[in-house]
């Protein structure tokens, strides 16, 4: 049984930063590659970034130089750093994490940035 469980969000002003973790309880957390979603109010869950086993990162272009994705093996964990937020940022954010086919996501954590 794998869960997730993500925390760190919260309202924060335009330009304001938030990190956002993530906990894996699953085997072999290390060898997974995992993901950061977001879904807007209206919207599709979208994928914002992820991170391979051997640490290789992609970003969607909107991000791109703003948020950063990390993990620590040793404590099963998942990061977004973002800075430079923007009223466009507003949405649940989900961890993601597959595990021999089958899709695990977290509950998500709001993040709302407004002035």
């Known amino acids: 049984q794998v869960r997730i469980v993500e925390s760190g969000g919260g309202l924060v002003q335009p330009g304001g930063s938030l990190r956002l973790s993530c906990v894996v309880s699953?085997?072999?957390?290390?060898?997974?590659?995992v993901d950061w979603y977001r879904q807007a109010p209206g919207n599709e869950r979208v994928l914002v970034a992820q991170?391979?086993?051997?640490?290789?990162?992609d970003y969607v272009d909107s991000v791109k130089g703003r948020f950063t994705i990390s993990r620590n093996n040793a404590y099963n964990t998942l990061y977004l750093q973002m800075n430079s937020l923007k009223p466009e940022d507003t949405a649940i954010y989900y961890c993601?994490?597959?595990?021999?086919?089958?899709?695990?996501w977290g509950q998500g954590t709001q993040v709302t940035v407004s002035s």
């Open positions: 993601h994490v597959k595990y021999k086919g089958t899709d695990y």
């Open positions: 991170i391979t086993s051997s640490g290789s990162t």
């Open positions: 699953g085997p072999n957390f290390r060898i997974h590659p």
